[in-house]
């Protein structure tokens, strides 16, 4: 036994890594157990030394040295499952420690069985999770399928330890990107932010670090063979790849493409708030299908976007000079000078078409013919004849004050 458990211990430092002090360490502790469980008495003052030059092992209880073939045995069996004990937990150490450095990363495996939508994947010396949440919602794999996918977490558990995959993290976009451009390997190129709705579109903002190399370019690649690759590992989900700039209004321009953006105002710095501006036929584009666009580029920018077109601003501008130009002490005048919105039977929608036309004052009205006046949008013959009737009355006022 002294021998054997010496070369055994030996071994298992040399091949496992597992310190030979450890082991008799561990040994000690367990057959302290065994023997008091011998002795029938949990209390009694037991102690083992094994010595580590001829491996043999000694029992001393209430000091005196017990010899016993009873104990020989005992400590056989429990050298024994110490030892296997200790290997599978230095084992799952190296497999913990090894995957835990690979911590966002990304890594491939097969997949085996599938556990309650979940996809538990081979990983050679482990196994990997990847739970329905973790999924991309263009995933569709079969056992025996070869798979990539991020690490997202490394767990220690009483089993081993747990490997959580992801495809749907954004995590997962940018190390692919790091695997198809070099030059964001060699960290010319840098990933400053990625946004990301899984199995639909993806954003991601990258700058050079060498003014020489275009950034964009550089994830393109000739033909779009690099992007090509990223969408092919994503299963065909959209990639927008922009220009980074630390300046607020060319990153958000730049993070709202394909729409063209107009301008950008900064609203509220400590808030982070702009108001974007786009062309009538930019809108829809800017915003996205159900707003997935302009969600993405707030994600990105890290800003909140609110974007407006050239007709609301012009119509926000019309109505807010017409406020200014028809306070309710002018519009209770009368006379020439007078606003149309003084007149009877021209509400405010009617006053504003009129004023678009370009009658705003009674003088207008009066200079102006009936095929004009019939000519602005929301007036027709009964109206017409209504405003007509209120302009000859409010003339006849004009003379009684004459």
Excluded at 185 to 190: I, K, L, T, Y
Excluded at 205 to 211: D, F, I, R
Excluded at 323 to 330: D, K, L, N, Y
Aim: include cysteine; charged fraction near 35%; charge should be neutral.
């Amino acid at each position: 036994m002294s021998t054997e458990l010496l070369m055994v211990l030996e071994n298992i430092e040399r091949e496992k890594g597992i310190s030979r002090k450890v082991l008799i360490e561990s040994v000690e502790a367990a057959l302290v157990s065994a023997a008091k469980k011998v002795l029938h008495d949990k209390d009694k003052d037991v102690e083992v030394k094994i010595d580590v030059e001829s491996g043999k092992i000694r029992i001393y209880s209430d000091g005196k040295e017990i010899v016993s073939n009873e104990f020989g045995r005992i400590a056989a069996q429990t050298a024994k499952q110490v030892i296997f004990q200790k290997i599978r937990e230095a084992e799952r150490d190296v497999i913990f420690n090894e995957f835990n450095q690979k911590s966002d990363s990304i890594t491939s495996g097969t997949v085996y069985r599938f556990d309650k939508g979940a996809l538990l994947v081979d990983l050679g010396k482990t196994e990997g999770i990847l739970p329905k949440r973790e999924m991309s919602p263009r995933d569709s794999y079969r056992q025996g399928d070869t798979i990539r996918a991020y690490i997202l977490e490394v767990n220690k558990t009483a089993k081993g330890p747990q490997i959580i995959l992801s495809r749907s993290h954004s995590g997962f976009v940018k190390r692919l990107f790091e695997l198809e451009v070099p030059e964001i390997a060699d960290g010319v190129v840098e990933i400053r932010s990625v946004s990301r709705e899984p199995g639909d579109r993806t954003k991601i903002a990258v700058c050079s670090k060498n003014e020489k190399i275009d950034c964009v370019g550089a994830c393109v690649g000739i033909r779009g063979s690099r992007v090509k690759g990223v969408v092919k590992e994503l299963q065909g989900e959209k990639i927008d790849i922009v220009r980074w700039s630390d300046d607020v209004e060319e990153f958000v321009k730049a993070a709202l493409s394909p729409a063209e953006v107009s301008s950008v105002k900064i609203l509220d710095p400590q808030e982070k708030k702009v108001e974007v501006i786009v062309g009538d036929d930019q809108l829809s584009l800017a915003i996205g299908k159900n707003g997935q666009n302009v969600r993405l580029a707030s994600k990105l920018t890290g800003w909140s976007i609110d974007i407006r077109s050239k007709k609301d601003i012009a119509k926000e501008k019309l109505e807010s000079q017409l406020a200014t130009e028809i306070p309710p002490a002018v519009a209770a005048e009368t006379g020439e000078g007078a606003l149309i919105q003084s007149v009877e039977g021209i509400g405010p929608k009617t006053a504003e078409a009129m004023a678009a036309a370009g009658f705003k004052t009674l003088e207008d009205l009066k200079k102006a013919s009936r095929e004009e006046l019939l000519a602005v949008k929301g007036i027709g013959e009964k109206t017409l004849e209504k405003i007509l009737k209120a302009i000859g009355s409010s003339e006849g006022k004009d003379k009684e004050a004459e």
